[in-house]
């Protein structure tokens, strides 16, 4: 131990551990990184967290691999090479204390990043399982492999650039890999093998998904090959040093699916949970108390309308997709949506009718008063302004001129209007806000 407290104190291993941490937990305080707020965040969730710290590794592995290039070229830089080659200790046995001191450096600041994010998962009461241990493995082996590959490099070519030019590199290929990957596009760009090869993972997309098994063993046993490899070049020099590399891509390759889509599989927190006519997943069942009784309150006001929904079901889809045309007789809600996660009670069942005419579909301004209008027509009064937080208190122009055309109508002709409008905003065909008008028939 004392050995490692003095080459700890002769290396760049310190400084490693204090740039890793300070990029680190700078991305994710600092610059509100991840920017996803939904139940994938990175502090709500076990699996999200990790692959969230593992996506952070396209930043962090570059600075691994560029610190432990500049320490491999101590040796060659300080011209000690000969009279080292000199002395009865074998050349693994002096490497071997310098890589362990820069593998340890790094994997304990990543270790103490990831226990960063899984104590605020455990803060917010996040749905426990074990799916995140693989992952977190593979996230270990990354950050190892990046520090025996630098220091093997720095060892090969001591010179002034080995240590930059290796961070760049590898900085582009980690990114570019990432992206492939990260757009589930590598089907497309890349085959999807090779952009799992990269050191970082790609950006969860939903908390409902957990990567594959085989993809995490595939990642473990290729990173820690590659990790073998860096300190056999390190320590030995010998053309045999590629092979744990060779042996880990042979056993990774077969285990990665054919395509992206196929990297993540269901994770059956999708599964409804229900109270009545209101359901809610599992991932959320902690809600249900909560929504049950805005839900069954809303279904009540809009059960004068022809198209009334008959069950509140809480949606899996991210609020910037849409697929198909929705079904009327549902009226879903998203529990991570900005406007509702934390709402309880009638602000709750307010959001919920405005929920029920769908998202907006091109003309944010008259379809969110289209939208809101709908929602005070259903509670019987224009104000309060649904989102009165955000919009004021008073209601806009629109909503006024809105809300005076379709009370000026017999009240059938306001039923058709509203019920019309409505299905309009579901299904994204048709103006809503000109068929409350009465401009559109």
Known sequence: MSVLRTEARRSIAPWLLVVFLAVGLGFFFLFSGPWIRDASAWDLQWVPSVLWTRYELSLLWPIVVCAAALQGMRDGRSGMDELLA???????????????????????????IVAVGLGQVIANDGMFTFTWVLPLLAGIASVLAGASVGLALGRLMPHPLTAPAAGVVALVLS????????????????????????????????????????????????????????????????????????????VALPLFPATAADNFTDNGKA???????????????????????????ALARLA?????????????????????????????????????????????????????????????????????V????????????PHAEVFGATPTPL????????????????????DAARLAGL??????YALLTGASS
């Open 399 to 418: 909503m006024r001129d809105a809300w005076t055309k379709l009370r000026a109508a017999p009240m059938a002709e306001q039923v058709r209007r509203v």
């Open 271 to 297: 599964a409804l949970v229900c109270d009545g006519p209101v359901c809610v997943t599992t991932l959320h069942s902690d809600w249900l108390s909560t929504v049950a009784g805005p839900g069954r309150d």
């Open 427 to 432: 299904s994204c065909h048709g103006d809503p």
């Open 175 to 250: 990114v570019f890999l990432q992206v492939a990957g990260d757009r589930g596009s590598a089907a497309e760009v890349l085959p999807n093998w090779l952009a799992l090869l990269s050191p970082a993972a790609a950006s969860p997309r939903s908390a409902f998904q957990d990567p594959v098994a085989a993809v995490s063993i595939g990642q473990l046993c290729w990173l820690l090959g590659l990790a073998a490899t860096g300190f056999l070049v390190l320590a030995v020099r010998r053309w045999y040093a590629v092979l744990p590399a060779l042996v880990g891509l042979a």
């Open 86 to 112: 000199t002395t009865p200790l074998p050349v693994a046995r002096r490497t071997a204390k310098v890589a362990l001191v820069i593998g340890l450096a790094a994997v304990v600041a990543y270790l103490v």
């Open 374 to 385: 709908i929602a005070a027509w259903l509670i019987g009064d224009l104000t309060p302004v």
């Open 304 to 372: 004068k309308l022809p198209s009334a929904p008959k069950r509140v079901v809480e949606t899996t889809e991210r609020e910037f997709t849409r697929h198909g045309d929705p079904d009327p007789a549902v009226l879903t809600v998203r529990r991570d949506d900005y406007y509702v996660r934390s709402l309880s009670g009638r602000a709750l069942e307010y959001q919920l009718l405005d929920t029920a005419s769908g998202p907006t579909c091109g003309g944010w301004e008259t379809e969110s008063a289209a939208r809101w």
